[in-house]
């Protein structure tokens, strides 16, 4: 049994299990609410229910107040839902967000191509009126014989409605992968929910971008640059990439094309680590390396988009906060489903999204 | 239908609500208004990007507040009414608040009037309203906290001269001297030594164990005013973390500075912790937790999580910190010998620990304790029974910094003590570890000028050189002070217990 939570202003509705804690149900969803003690005697979480009944469980008198509870208060890390709530957080509204309504589909596998020795390319047509996202955004696939769904994110521009682009690295051993890479033939079927996910270009702000992105991390920040560039967006666009080696470079012509194609497009790739054939001039570093190469280790006054694997997400917000580019100004694909159940590593409440 | 307006968010209600209260003075200029928020070195390009680590308005904080007090002092009275003292767990237990009164109370005093000077320091108006809550939130507590221990006054010895020994006890100069090191520096600097080191990083070190050590010895009155703090303390906290992220991100050449006073404070606020830590293994007759255990938790996880964190802006754990750690199997033991030996001129009690309590020391600290505290209190408790019980006959050799004594031993030798000292202008200077030595040598024109208790009691300027003189200037009666067992506290709660034992009152005459 579980209920829904609608989070104002944001707009976006999750799921809470019956005695899933209202705070751990929206972290895990990706949305960033103020908290601090975890058990009810701090009050930082303290969010407004305005539609809907919860449980206030063990909050303490002190950090709730009476009157707190008569306006409809509640501390979100103690709270449980008796209903479907609607709650506003102190959090930022986004201008940028489309807020578009979640849905279901159903897609036709129309092409599978090896885009790397280990990673798919699987295109799908939806028929109709297609669908709307937001370029970086995500879905969810349904995959025949696996419980839980997978996120993915759609690696075509949101100009293409009627056909949606997957890339699918293999991960050894995990059973929806290999479903996607063994089984999975043109002509089949396959039902999944979108659009999902925070990850999408600022329009409204003025910055140069920095994509940097790595591995099988590439799906969003193709269609976040296709959808820039073929919408005539004139500002700065970086796109820094890495892979390990030129087998799992891809894209890279389509890329070239496009920085030759747009002046204001410019295309960084290194290898960490070239295989012994390889025919490369470039650079041989990690992805935050080239970067700080490229921008000498300066990021301020840019807005960046960072997508691949965590230790490359990690190293590359050091690099850009180092070169002072902060938190507001970073922009991280979270997917989170049912899947993601192990427990985050231990940090600090210092940062909000990272 | 008239399409209903949209609803504001909690940050636009706020804005429309506070917007135009500030202004750029142009009588004086604001360097004059505000003369003290850039001698530090501390550059801020745009207060504007002061991101309010809570949206409080004053309506909003006054009807808060003031529920919070309507429900402390219902239970306030309630404790006074129930004759709650008899509930404590031990008599002993009563010293653990006796620390907290004579100790920290009067901290909580000197928070309030930093955080004023903050209300008015800064030019930044968002910073300032928060330290001007904080203010407020600061003289509450050290109000309730006065209120919640007059009880305990009424019935045992050592609370009631707290506000002079503040200022005349030479063991209280160490929670003292932290606090007037942090106001004597400049605003930046205070609000990083208070907001941040000291109430985000080292918070739960001081909180968990006296709140949840109330709470385990059956102290109503103490728990529920921990409650009713640390509701605000979240605010505080956010404070702490905002001041740090926004003072990195304004400018790059603020990191440098901001690295050397998490050095100083972090090293500060874990010497005068060490305090709190001996009271956790020493004064709670019933234990929450060791200090071992909660130097684990609190600093090496989550203390170094925050540190991985804060990594990011290019700031490095504070200088010293595998030192502190080294010294968790020790620390308390160290301090529990000195305050033993030194009781008789404090306002507090001490005693060895009984065998029960010794094999949990033992558990929670190995070998080290057996093989040198434990028999040294076995040596003392000897003594005490045939009539000789231990006291040292002059007063101790303070560190110049953080004016703890000088009985901590070097961090990889347990059997050695640190004595280090710095000459400055003429003058040698004992520090009590690399830590205080360091925090010396940054500012030694400001720490030479400390008033070092012990030497100003020698040198008959606090009512005489004597010991009897002494606790004549503090207003300290002799059976306040030295052994627990005997003493006009531990007589009484002996008597107590004899009477909850017999059978109480007689069958009304029919």
Known sequence: MSYQATIEPLGETIEVEEDQKLLDAALRAGIWLPYACNHGVCGTCKVEVLEGDVDHNEASAFALMDVERDEGKTLACCATLLSDIVMEADIEEEEDALNLSVEDFVGTVTKIEDLTPTVKGIWLEIPGDGIEFQAGQYLNLNIPGVEIPRAFSLANPPSEKNVIELNVRHVEGGQATTYLHEQLSTGDKLTFTAPLGRFFVRKSAPEPIIFLAGGSGLSSPKSMIIDLLENGDERETTLVYGARNQSELYYFRLFTRLAEEYDNFHYLTALSDPAAGDDWEGARCFVHELAEQRFDKHFEGHKAYLCGPPPMIDSCITSLMRGRLFEEHIFMENFFTAADSGKPARRSALFKKF | ?510
């Open chain 2, 1 to 510: 239908m008239a399409e209903k307006p949209k609803r504001l968010n909690l940050n636009q209600k706020y804005q429309l609500m506070t917007r135009g209260l500030d202004w750029e003075t142009t009588y004086q200029s604001m360097d004059e208004v505000f003369p003290y928020d850039r001698y530090e070195g501390i550059k801020i390009k745009d207060w504007d990007k002061w991101q309010d680590p809570f949206r409080l308005t004053m309506d909003a904080y006054w009807k808060y507040q003031a529920e919070k007090e309507r429900k402390l002092y219902a239970i306030l009275d309630s404790v006074a009414q129930n004759n709650s003292q008899l509930n404590i767990s031990d008599g002993r237990y009563m010293n653990a608040v006796k620390i907290w009164m004579q100790g920290v109370t009067p901290l909580e005093y000197a928070a309030f009037r930093g955080f004023a000077m903050l209300g008015r320091g800064f030019r930044g108006a968002g910073a300032r309203v928060a330290c001007q809550f904080q203010s407020i939130d600061e003289m509450r507590h050290y109000q309730t906290q006065v209120h919640a221990f007059s009880h305990y006054n009424k019935y045992f010895n050592g609370f009631n001269q707290y506000s002079r020994i503040r200022d005349r006890a030479w063991y209280l100069s160490i929670p003292k001297s932290y606090f007037e090191d942090a106001v004597s520096a400049g605003p930046f600097e205070l609000i990083t030594a208070i907001s941040f080191s000291f109430e985000y990083v080292l918070t739960n070190l001081l909180f968990m164990p006296f709140v949840s050590g109330a709470a385990y010895n059956g102290d109503m009155a103490t728990t529920t005013f921990g409650f009713s703090a640390q509701s605000d303390e979240s605010r505080h906290m956010t404070l702490g973390l905002e001041i740090i992220k926004f003072m990195l991100e304004q400018h790059e050449d603020n990191l440098p500075i901001v690295q050397e006073w998490l050095d100083k404070w972090f090293w500060r606020g874990y010497r005068l912790l060490g305090l709190v830590g001996t009271m956790m293994d020493y004064m709670l007759p019933k234990k929450v937790m060791s200090w071992r255990q909660a130097w684990e938790i609190y600093w090496e996880d989550n203390g170094m999580a925050l540190f991985n964190d804060l990594a990011r802006y290019g700031l490095r754990p504070p200088k010293h910190h595998e030192a502190a750690t080294k010294e968790k199997y020790r620390i308390t033991h160290e301090f529990w010998s000195t305050i033993y030996q030194f009781s008789h001129a404090t306002a507090l009690y001490t005693w060895i620990p009984t065998t029960e309590e010794l094999d949990w020391l033992s558990a929670e600290y190995g070998e080290l304790f057996d093989t040198v505290y434990r028999p040294r209190y076995e040596y003392w408790q000897e003594l005490h029974e045939k009539g000789e019980r231990f006291f040292q006959k002059r007063l101790p050799v303070v560190c110049n910094v953080c004016q703890i004594p000088i009985f901590h031993t070097m961090p990889d030798d347990p059997l050695m003590n640190c004595c280090l000292v710095s000459e400055y202008k003429g003058t040698k200077h004992q520090m009590c570890s690399q830590g205080c030595l360091d925090i010396f040598n940054r500012e030694p024109e400001k720490y030479c000028q400390a008033y070092i208790p012990p030497q100003q009691i020698y040198q008959g300027n606090c009512g005489g050189a004597s010991l009897e003189d002494y606790r004549k200037w503090l207003h300290i009666k002799d059976e306040e002070t030295g052994e627990y067992y005997g003493s006009e506290d531990h007589v009484m709660w002996e008597q107590w217990q004899a009477q909850a034992a017999k059978p109480t009152g007689v069958a009304p005459a029919s």
